[in-house]
Nanobody, 124 residues
Framework: QVQLVESGGGLVQAGGSLRLSCAAS????????MGWYRQAPGEQRELVASITRGGTSNYADSVKGRFTISRDNANKSVYLQMNNLKPEDTAVYYCNAKVFEKLGSGNTRYREAWGQGTLVTVSS
């Protein structure tokens, strides 16, 4: 089993900042890419930012220059620093990780894991 637990969501005024955290735990052999997705009411889930194990990051155009993704490989964690937040950033934010899960047989299975989501609300 692999678990991703997010924290850091909340209510903030436009122009404010929030920092999301996500920690992975469980039967993990290794983690490849990690990232953050978001889903606003009535919308599809979209990629916000991703980061490779080596630290190469990728951002949605709508958040470039405002959000910064980072990770701590030793602690199996990923973070999202969100600055200059806008009302349109309001959504449930989900942590995502591509992991090699350890199996009882000594083998591994490559799978995608998701967190439970954390709500970010930006008021105007």
């Amino acid at each position: 089993q692999v678990q991703l637990v997010e924290s850091g969501g909340g209510l903030v005024q436009a122009g404010g900042s929030l920092r999301l955290s996500c920690a992975a735990s469980g039967s993990i052999f290794a983690i490849n890419d990690m990232g953050w997705y978001r889903q606003a009411p009535g919308e599809q889930r979209e990629l916000v930012a991703s980061i490779t194990r080596g630290g190469t990051s990728n951002y949605a155009d709508s958040v470039k220059g405002r959000f910064t993704i980072s990770r701590d490989n030793a602690n199996k964690s990923v973070y999202l620093q969100m600055n200059n937040l806008k009302p349109e950033d309001t959504a449930v934010y989900y942590c995502n990780a591509k992991v090699f899960e350890k199996l009882g047989s000594g083998n591994t299975r490559y799978r995608e894991a998701w967190g439970q989501g954390t709500l970010v609300t930006v008021s105007s």
